[in-house]
């Protein structure tokens, strides 16, 4: 299993480049689409099953594919809707992807370490 967290630049045509120890999980393709609750856009690679099983319920998909440099194009509406503007966070697990602006991750990474301190403290408390 192969996981990071990459902050890269995007350039002037919405492009990113993709970490280079995960390019090759990516290489057939990559399909884009933008998970409304938390804001961020995710992806899956187009040979993966979950790309194959998570496609048919989701309304719309970007399908792309990396250019000889590793890099892909994030379509405007995506960066939009993820606030995404000159850095991209990429999150990776495996075959999945999730690409977040900077600021909504910031907020993302605040909320998550709250929530682990206080089911931490739960924790504890049970236990005496």
Known sequence: MFFGEYHHKVDSQGRVTLPPRCRHRFREGI????????????GCATTGT??????????VVFQ??????????????L????E???TAVI?????????WGEKKWKLEEAR????????YQEHLSQAD
Request: cysteine-free; hydrophobic content about 35%; aromatic content about 4%.
């Open 64 to 77: 792309r594919s990396p250019d000889t440099r590793g890099r892909i194009t994030i379509p405007r509406k």
């Open 31 to 42: 399909a884009l689409y933008h998970v409304s609750k938390e804001g961020f856009v995710a």
């Open 84 to 86: 995404i503007q000159d």
């Open 79 to 82: 960066r939009q809707v993820a």
């Open 91 to 99: 999150l990776v697990l495996d075959d999945y992807l999730e690409l």
């Open 112 to 119: 998550i370490r709250t929530e682990a301190v206080a089911t």
């Open 50 to 59: 979950a790309s194959r099983n998570g496609r048919s319920t989701l309304p």
